[in-house]
């Protein structure tokens, strides 16, 4: 796998809590496509949002690449799709011309994703897969989770009970 590609919301929930450097413990390389980096960072600290600079302080530290997005039949194809904006076309353009995982959150992208065989995997998942492998603790995975929901990460009901139940098992 070449990377993990990083669209907005989990770059956001992330920062919103002040744990972005959890992703130099996923074993490979992180990368936010130029698209992503000018609506999280240029355009939020433009708007005064804090989470644009730790995700600029990100990048700045070098757990983050920031990478162009070559023109593909995908990239053409995907950008006349309206219901997909153009940070997501450029994380699934990305992700795939590279064999790489886009790292997303919304059902749609998502969706989108899985029609090109497109590989995705959400915030969650990120804290739950570090929390498996040991490099964070179940608890703290699951402050990670609560505080990013505290401060607007969408969790449907179901799926954060889903989470618990894995958090739960992983302690066992």
């Given at each position: 796998?070449w990377?993990?590609?990083f669209?907005?919301?989990?770059?956001i929930?992330?920062?919103?809590?002040?744990?972005?450097a959890?992703?130099?413990?996923?074993?490979?390389?992180?990368?936010?496509?130029e698209?992503?980096?000018?609506?999280?960072?240029e355009?939020?600290?433009?708007?005064?949002?804090?989470d644009?600079?730790r995700?600029?302080?990100?990048?700045?530290?070098d757990?983050?690449?920031?990478?162009?997005v070559?023109?593909?039949?995908?990239?053409?194809r995907?950008?006349?799709?309206?219901?997909?904006s153009?940070?997501?076309v450029?994380?699934?353009?990305?992700?795939?011309a590279?064999?790489?995982?886009?790292?997303?959150d919304?059902?749609y992208?998502?969706?989108?994703?899985?029609?090109e065989g497109?590989?995705?995997r959400?915030?969650?998942?990120?804290?739950?897969?570090l929390?498996?492998?040991?490099?964070l603790?179940?608890?703290?995975?699951?402050?990670?989770?609560?505080?990013m929901?505290?401060?607007g990460w969408?969790?449907?009901?179901?799926?954060?009970a889903k989470?618990?139940q894995k958090?739960?098992?992983l302690a066992?």
């Open positions: 796998m990377a993990w590609v669209d907005a919301t989990p770059l929930s992330l920062a919103k809590v002040d744990r972005l959890l992703v130099q413990q996923v074993g490979t390389s992180c990368v936010i496509p698209r992503v980096y000018e609506e999280v960072v355009t939020g600290l433009e708007q005064g949002y804090p644009a600079r995700i600029e302080r990100s990048v700045d530290a757990r983050f690449d920031i990478v162009s070559e023109t593909t039949a995908l990239l053409t995907l950008q006349d799709n309206s219901n997909l153009d940070a997501d450029a994380v699934l353009a990305c992700a795939d590279h064999d790489g995982v886009a790292v997303m919304e059902t992208g998502r969706d989108v994703a899985a029609a497109i590989t995705t959400g915030t969650a998942y990120l804290v739950l897969k929390a498996g492998e040991g490099a603790s179940v608890d703290d995975a699951r402050t990670v989770i609560d505080a929901i505290d401060d969408y969790c449907a009901p179901d799926v954060y989470i618990v958090l739960d098992s066992d």
